[in-house]
T-cell receptor, first 114, second 114 residues
Framework: KAGVTQTPRYLIKTRGQQVTLSCSPISGHRSVSWYQQTPGQGLQFLFEYFSETQRNKGNFPGRFSGRQFSNSRSEMNVSTLELGDSALYLC?????????????FGPGTRLTVL | AQKVTQAQTEISVVEKEDVTLDCVYETRDTTYYLFWYKQPPSGELVFLIRRNSFDEQNEISGRYSWNFQKSTSSFNFTITASQVVDSAVYFCALKKNTGNQFYFGTGTSLTVIP
């Protein structure tokens, strides 16, 4: 079974630009969660999508948005980039139902904002 | 509110020594799940173990063992006879019974010196 894939792996943007990150979950997984990892704040939950609907949302500004497609692939968008958005963005997938199941993480997208 | 504390920021041990990584959590829920993940330099979070709040049985998997104590809200992780390949950042996480949001600790960076 293929693991969680994220594209691109590395990205360099400048302040004010917008960026879209992509995540393909493990086959059969319907839940995709996004996390931001920074040295100062650690791993912080952005949002979770399940069956194309946002099911949970963390405490991030509206510049951070996402969506999920019918094949469970998910995209995350950050508009009007700020220097502080530089981080490793991790995507995780799981079955997302009531089963006790762990989240499987992708390798992440390293975003650098200049 | 959920909170996970990993008080040890960095630990260094010499190869073959045993090392314990501490994790203390806070939650008012009676049903919850605890996890440990390993993050090697490549960045991808690797699942190690999950435990639900009703199962306080300790677990051993090879050189890894976990001690879950509800009375002290702790879920500690011990590596026996550490090896250089164990060098990584280790995260403890808590998940509520509903939803898929993980609350991560700040991580413990383990360096095993040959």
């Amino acid at each position: 079974k293929a693991g969680v894939t994220q594209t691109p792996r590395y990205l360099i943007k400048t302040r004010g630009q917008q960026v879209t990150l992509s995540c393909s979950p493990i086959s059969g997984h319907r839940s995709v969660s996004w996390y931001q990892q920074t040295p100062g704040q650690g791993l912080q939950f952005l949002f979770e999508y399940f069956s194309e609907t946002q099911r949970n949302k963390g405490n991030f500004p509206g510049r951070f948005s996402g969506r999920q497609f019918s094949n469970s692939r998910s995209e995350m968008n950050v508009s009007t980039l700020e220097l502080g958005d530089s981080a490793l963005y991790l995507c995780a997938s799981s079955y997302g139902d009531d089963r006790l199941n762990e989240q499987f993480f992708g390798p992440g997208t390293r975003l650098t904002v200049l | 509110a959920q909170k996970v504390t990993q008080a040890q920021t960095e630990i260094s041990v010499v190869e073959k020594e045993d090392v314990t990584l501490d994790c203390v959590y806070e939650t008012r829920d009676t049903t919850y799940y605890l996890f440990w993940y390993k993050q090697p330099p490549s960045g991808e979070l690797v699942f190690l173990i999950r435990r639900n709040s009703f199962d306080e049985q300790n677990e051993i998997s090879g050189r890894y063992s976990w001690n879950f104590q509800k009375s002290t809200s702790s879920f500690n992780f011990t590596i026996t006879a550490s090896q250089v390949v164990d060098s990584a950042v280790y995260f403890c996480a808590l998940k509520k019974n509903t939803g898929n949001q993980f609350y991560f600790g700040t991580g413990t960076s383990l360096t095993v010196i040959p």
